[in-house]
């Protein structure tokens, strides 16, 4: 009987722990000002830990990705996916992979190159180039430029449903050329 | 070996209990030298272990845990070892075989990573293009907390009055936040060190947690 009643309060206080396991969020560990690397292995996925004003490199892996804020460098290739996910005057570039994605906010300049699918969800104010790729998505969140060069499927989203317009020098615009 | 109630119960030493501290699986190589005052029983094998139920409050540590965490970690635990085969299954050894299950919880930080750390990307959202795009990351490889539920097999090896080892392979279920449960291969070894009747200190070595802690035979 005593034997019953330890193993169940023991069981009784592990199910309680079940509530409290889990991950805790962080915003990951690049310092601001500085260049973090990565490459080799299977996954790496960086952040910058004081928000703004990173640059995250990486590349020759499976998996890449990078969370920033505001004013950050983002670059990838040589991987089989890239996210990046960053805010206001971004600068994103990848390269060589099979798929790129992104979300970032406005003044975003993102350059997608040599890879099977590009999406990118873009705020207002920014250019978007998709070179020598399969399939180029764009929502645009604002005013946008988009140039597909070499692209089999250059698709661009504007704001409220309204269509792009096709600019003199090629460029998909959403807002005015 | 029984760990009935009688007279020849080993008194505890702080000698004693430091050195049973610091072993695992070592404790089976000192066992041959202690053998002048602690005769060997590992042939003995009809000695009755004299125990149904071994009941084991423990600390933990690992690392390198199984699934989406990363780094090293400490915590807490327990261990309950339910005699199935007191005769074990070998016929001329001293051994026998128990069902051990529990519960372990610990705390697991990715910059206390043996061979370093990278952060781990904690949500994912569709993009455009079917693309998948990662919007929070972990800080310094994260933290992560785990609940083990481990359920093995215990063999146990009693070699003398004080010293005996076990092999305990089996299975570890384990709970980890948003990625929910899932299931590892568990393979551990260890050794108990008698400090007084019906009571031992216990080591536990192997993957995916190590373990030390007291042993109350009942």
Redesign the interface.
Known sequence: M??TS??TL??A??IA??G??????????CVQGSTCE?SG?T?????C?DGNGCDLYCHNMVHC???CGDGCGLQCHDVN?C???CGDNCQIDCHNTV?????CGANCQYDCQSVD?????AGPGSTIACTSVT?????CLGTCRVLCTDVNKC?V?CPNGASPISCANGDLACGSC | MTFAKSSDSVSPTGTAAAFCAALGLGMVLFASSAQARDPLLIHDARTPIGYE?E?EPHLVLGTNPPG??AGSGVGIG?R?SVVLVPEGFLPRVNDSVALGF??D?GHYTGDWAIDGY????????T?????????????????????F?PLVMQWNFWFTQRWSAFAEPGLDLY?????GFDVSPAMYVGGRCRIADRITLTARLGYPTFAFGVSFM?
């Open positions: 005593k034997n330890f193993l023991t069981f206080v592990g722990l079940l409290a396991a889990g991950c805790h969020s962080g915003q990951g560990s990565c292995g996954d790496c996925y960086q952040g830990a990705g990078g969370v996916d996210s990046s996910s798929s790129c994605g992104a979300f699918r590009c999406g990118v969800r399939t180029c998505s764009v929502e698709d989203t | 139920v009941l989406a965490g327990a309950a529990g519960l919880v990278r952060d781990q990307c904690l949500h994912y959202e993009g455009p293009a079917g693309t998948r795009i990662c919007t929070e990351v972990s800080s310094n490889g994260g933290t992560y907390n785990y609940v539920i709970f980890l936040g948003n990625h009942l």
